[in-house]
């Protein structure tokens, strides 16, 4: 009579134990699927967690529930994903703000960007657009930077995200000037203040600075992206304008809480790169925003994350940024 060896039993045990995943992998999702939005409804990210779930909807016929968990620069949020069940059924929707600057910017975190979350896929990139009042004297960026270097310190700027923020500091790193920072809760108070001439300039999200150019309310003086943006095809870049070498944008993505099967992780990735590159959403978020269709494997995302927290890191220790 034959036996199996030892390493046969074994390996066919660990086969057996991976089947409950496997199965449930095959017919997932069987219930809704909730996307936690670390922003508030109405933002870029609650519009692109709308338009994805609409796609995967259509897709399993499963309804997806949005969950926006605004405040505290997404720390509950990305608290309330990291400690859900492993099982596919609560993804968190963010941004860079929580998995590549909240680490630099915040001496203690209530959760670890890279252990507690298994990244499922990229999602878009976006560029900023630097704006000033239409009577400020600055008609470009290299004006701006002139301006500035005359006078270290008497212009400001604001900012309602991470992204606006590193951006600024980025510029001032970049062209050499000194800038007053001032920062606000959200982009959209930043450019209230703006339009109100409190502060001088903004480098903000497309989605919040450009309807107000193109109302004439605020005047463009460059993207913050490493190309033009074709909702603006006549702003330049701002490495175009003056700052060779100046890209500082933001991203999308997607993550579900650490140990999630990875038969489970796969399925969510497919369901959501389909969703993002579906003429749906593309006419409902991405060409409204001007933001780029960026989807990723697993491991691609974890390597861009890496990649990115690492540059912002840089940002935050040249601007001599104390952790809060």
């Known amino acids: 009579m034959h036996f199996p060896s030892r390493r046969t039993a074994v390996a066919a045990l660990a086969a057996l134990g991976l089947l409950p995943a496997l199965a449930g992998a095959q017919t997932f999702p069987d219930k809704p699927i909730t996307f936690v939005v670390p922003f508030a409804a109405g933002t870029a990210t609650d519009q692109i967690a709308r338009a994805l779930a609409n796609g995967i909807t259509a897709e399993t016929k499963q309804a997806v529930v949005i969950d926006n968990r605004a405040g505290a620069s997404g720390?509950?949020?990305?608290?309330?994903?990291?400690?859900?069940?492993?099982?596919?059924?609560?993804?968190?929707?963010?941004?860079?703000?929580?998995?590549?600057?909240?680490?630099?910017?915040?001496?203690?975190?209530?959760?670890?960007?890279?252990?507690?979350?298994?990244?499922?896929?990229?999602?878009?990139?976006?560029?900023?657009?630097?704006?000033?009042?239409?009577?400020?004297?600055?008609?470009?960026?290299?004006?701006?930077i002139a301006l500035a270097k005359k006078e270290p310190g008497k212009y400001s700027f604001g900012s309602g995200s991470s992204s606006s923020r590193m951006a600024g500091e980025l510029?001032?790193?970049?062209?050499?000037?000194?800038?007053?920072?001032?920062?606000?809760?959200?982009?959209?108070?930043?450019?209230?203040?703006?339009?109100?001439?409190?502060?001088?300039?903004?480098?903000?999200?497309?989605?919040?600075?450009?309807?107000?150019?193109?109302?004439?309310?605020?005047?463009?003086?460059?993207?913050?992206?490493a190309k033009r943006s074709p909702l603006a095809p006549d702003v330049p870049t701002i490495a175009e304008a003056g700052v060779p070498g100046y890209e500082m944008g933001y991203w999308f993505a997607a993550y579900a809480p650490a140990r999630t099967p990875p038969a489970v992780v796969k399925r969510l990735n497919e369901l959501l790169v389909q969703a993002a590159r579906s003429d749906a959403a593309r006419?409902?978020?991405?060409?409204?925003?001007?933001?780029?269709?960026?989807?990723?494997?697993?491991?691609?995302?974890?390597?861009?994350?890496?990649?990115?927290?690492?540059?912002?890191?840089?940002?935050?220790?040249?601007?001599?940024?104390?952790?809060?």
């Open 75 to 144: 720390f509950i949020a990305s608290q309330q994903v990291a400690k859900a069940a492993p099982d596919g059924y609560t993804v968190l929707i963010t941004t860079n703000t929580t998995h590549a600057a909240n680490e630099h910017l915040y001496k203690k975190l209530p959760y670890d960007p890279v252990k507690d979350f298994a990244p499922i896929t990229g999602l878009g990139k976006g560029g900023q657009i630097m704006v000033v009042n239409p009577a400020f004297p600055a008609k470009t960026v290299g004006e701006f």
């Open 283 to 324: 006419t409902a978020f991405y060409e409204p925003t001007g933001t780029e269709v960026y989807t990723t494997t697993p491991e691609e995302l974890g390597t861009f994350q890496s990649a990115e927290s690492q540059k912002w890191g840089r940002i935050v220790k040249a601007a001599n940024i104390q952790p809060e």
């Open 171 to 225: 510029l001032q790193q970049m062209a050499d000037i000194q800038l007053l920072h001032v920062p606000y809760k959200s982009n959209t108070l930043g450019v209230t203040d703006l339009l109100g001439g409190q502060i001088n300039t903004m480098i903000t999200d497309t989605a919040t600075g450009l309807p107000q150019v193109k109302a004439g309310k605020l005047r463009a003086l460059g993207m913050s992206s």
